[in-house]
């Protein structure tokens, strides 16, 4: 009777620490798990995932536009768009971000990002009708207050209160737009950093000046991808 009790008792401690061990295995997983489950960001805590979700946004309005309203190109137009969607999912995925989160319109994207409200209103410069909707911006921010110095007066501004992204698409520094046609030549200048490109509009896009890759990096700052404060000129 005493070897059976004790022969019981090994079995019991054998037992326990199997289980002691198969339960910090199961809660060494089960953290890893919920640490990987946090790493991608959204949009409002990184710029580099609000650049992107904003790309990806006005690339999915451009596609949807093109569904609702096909023509000849639409087509290829969207079979384009979808390319550079995947490609920006990519970078998203490559960034930390949440892969597919879009913000429609940049514009909409930054509420809290009103554009120079310091700067004087400039009463010869016409009222952009694409931004009726926003209250904050009721005239033009004068030329004057551009830290690029004279380079600000050698266009009429446009897109007022718009900040700028990049489209995703390749090829020779170029812009889209859904105010201007094709041919329209826009300068485009990052007040943050006082760098400037004048591109022409070759194709249309779901925002009123949209870069593509080539044109972003004549004007961006390291690791950003969205303009927050940009000054946009019609000068061609």
Known sequence: MSRRRTLGTKKKIALLVSAATVAGGGAFVMASTSNAAQTPKSASESTVCLGLATALGNNQKFIADQRAAPDAQSEARIANREAVVAEIKRKQEASGCAVGESAQDSQTAQPS??????QPADPADPADPAESAQPSQPAASAPAANPGGGAAASGQQVCNGSTVTLSGEGGAPAAS???FPAGTKLKVTNLDNDKSTTVEVT????SCALL?????EQVREPGKFLIRRALIEKVG
């Open 113 to 118: 990002q009103p554009a120079q409200p310091a």
């Open 177 to 179: 737009s859904n105010q």
């Open 203 to 206: 194709s249309v896009s779901g």
């Open 212 to 216: 593509n890759n080539a044109a972003f």
